[in-house]
């Protein structure tokens, strides 16, 4: 599976953004950058230096440091997302500058799909009436929404009252959503039934990962 080039340790990410705010500011021109974007990225990487800084020096006790960091490193990094993705679009900008900014080379030939080797995480939210919005996550990256590559979307089975199934075939078909959460509605027959999901992610070719653990939500009444 592929990974991020944006390192997740901060300290990783503290390298990685000086490098490439460095790089982009000293290249703005040839790289097609505006001045206010130039400026608006140094502003961003000072306010995550002042940030991490206080961090790293009371990181045991500084919650509130932790807090500044995460929002120092939010916009900046969405920055960095924006500015990467129009650099690898751009037809002027060279491999070799790619690579000199850490960011990764597209290779131009098409590679296979894979079938999906993780499974998606679910939850369930039961606050509306005879409705259940499930969330579902990609287990190797809980906290974002993005599916995994290759998948075109998340697979919803379910089976309604009784225990929990042992086998698809007491499952029936929800649907096949292309970004979370998928809203399931019930109708008042199925008040106060449990309601069992099972989900897996299908890929660009229709391929099947490995099904989710079963995620049991009653359906309010």
Known sequence: MATDYI???DDKFDQFQEHFVDYVVANKTALGVTTDEADALT???TAWTSA???HMDAQSAAKSATTAKDDARAPLETTIRALAGRF????????AQREAMQIPVHSTSRTRVGVPTTRPVGTVDTSRRLSH?????????PRSKAKP????????WVKVGG???ADPSELRYVATDTATPYLAEYPGADAGKPAHYWLRWVNTRGEKGPWSDTITATIPG
């Open 133 to 141: 919005i499930i969330d579902f996550r990609d287990e190797d990256s």
């Open 52 to 54: 991490f800084g206080a």
């Open 43 to 45: 502003d961003e990487k």
């Open 88 to 95: 690898q679009a751009s037809k002027t900008i060279t491999d």
């Open 7 to 9: 390192p997740r340790p």
């Open 149 to 156: 590559a290759g998948v075109a979307g998340c697979e919803i």
């Open 163 to 165: 225990n929990a199934p």
